[in-house]
């Protein structure tokens, strides 16, 4: 009975943690992955459907609300979404003028956006872990994870998309030259050390969007699986622990967008300093 319930707990979890995939198997071709060895099996190009719906559909809510916002704002009393949307619009103001030392109109628009985005993203573990996955399966689809940001690719995506752009304004500012002169001459500025100097550097730059998407994914999918395992536990248990752990997580949600964030605009105002 104990080795029974044993597989079934594993079951749980692993179904719980295992994304919609759709990619090319090696003796199916084209198809849904119904088990987590098929997608393995189906490797890199495989397609995570259920982060790229749920990532797609916060993105779009967070483009709705702010429309909104922007069409009936008023200089009267506001509303509370136009309170929520002034708030978050000053924080993030005061934010960038905090932490960003250099000119371009790009970067608070950037930090707005990934604020909000993964805010959004995250609040989504606030819903009760087996609502959606159990809905999906009425609906014929076995597998459904609806946090985004619980997944590595969707965090290491984002986060590649600010190296892009570290890489990008570190040449437009400081130009080609420039830019290997920075690599090359730093810490140590001596012609002898600029290998010893490249590998420090490189290293150092690679890093970034590794601990960037990784810091993101780690803390979520942490939080995830915590989740799961308060589930499995008797109907009275779920209830003593699952409100507070969700009461905690919330300030884990912010924190987590936060920090991304933060961290987002300090590696692209390097990227804008000159030395």
């Known amino acids: 009975m104990a080795a029974g319930n044993e597989v079934t707990a594993t079951y749980y979890i692993q179904h719980h943690l295992q994304n919609l995939t759709f990619g090319r198997h090696p003796e199916n071709g084209w198809s849904l992955a119904g ?8 490797g890199f190009w495989a397609i995570h459907l259920d982060t790229m719906g749920w990532s797609i559909a916060m993105g779009m ?7 909104k916002a922007g069409r009936y704002a008023t200089t009267g009393v506001p509303g509370g979404l136009q309170n929520a949307v002034e708030m978050v619009f000053e924080f993030i103001e005061n934010l960038v003028r905090a932490t960003f030392h250099g000119r371009n109109p790009v970067i608070a628009p950037l930090a707005l956006t990934l604020f909000v985005w993964i805010l959004l993203m995250n609040t989504l573990k606030i819903i009760p872990v087996d609502y959606f996955p159990e809905l999906f399966m009425r609906l014929g689809v076995d597998y459904m994870k609806i946090v985004p940001t619980t997944d590595p690719n969707a965090t290491l995506g984002m986060a590649l998309g600010v190296f892009c752009l570290i890489i990008y304004y570190s040449i437009k500012v400081k130009g080609a030259g420039g830019f290997a002169k920075e690599l090359s001459l730093t810490p140590f500025n001596h012609w002898s050390l600029i290998p010893f100097n490249l590998v420090l550097e490189v290293v150092g730059l690679i890093v970034k969007p590794i601990s960037l998407g990784l810091r993101l994914f780690g803390n979520m999918f942490a939080g995830e699986v915590i989740f799961i395992l308060i589930a499995l536990l008797p109907f009275w248990a779920i209830w003593v622990l699952d409100v507070p752990w969700a009461i905690f997580h919330i300030l884990v949600i912010s924190l987590q967008a936060f920090i991304f964030t933060t961290l987002s605009i300090v590696y692209l105002s390097a990227a804008h300093e000159h030395h």
Do not use: C, G, H, V
Request: charged share 35%.
């Open 61 to 67: 809510l967070f483009i709705w609300l702010f429309r």
């Open 35 to 42: 088990s987590a060895e098929e997608a393995r099996e189906m």
